[in-house]
């Protein structure tokens, strides 16, 4: 079982996508990751794992609208510790 664990994270976009800083727990099949808000923990557009350090950089997506930067503790359910809202504009 995993006991108490935390994340944070933040990203600001450049020239190449989104840069996410992050600290979490660091586990294997960690990811950040960019989802919707209606898309279940597991689930994703884009991701990094998590082992391969901080920063990551994510595409935008494509499409305009609200999307979220998560931090998730992969497992059976996935569990995201750490989310920030941000929109893609037209």
């Not at 990811?31 to 950089?57: C, F, H, K, Q, W």
């Not at 992969?74 to 037209?90: C, D, I, K, N």
């Amino acid at each position: 079982a995993v006991g108490d664990v935390s994340a944070s994270l933040s990203g600001s976009s450049n020239a190449t996508g989104i840069v996410v800083t992050f600290d979490g727990p660091g586990y294997n099949g960690d990811l950040v990751t960019i989802a919707t808000g209606e898309m279940a923990s597991g689930d994703y557009l884009d991701y990094a794992y998590a082992r391969n350090g901080t920063p990551a950089t994510l595409d935008i997506p494509p499409e305009p609208g609200c999307y979220e930067l998560r931090y998730v503790l992969r497992g059976t359910p996935s569990r995201v510790l750490a989310r920030q809202s941000f929109t893609v504009e037209p």
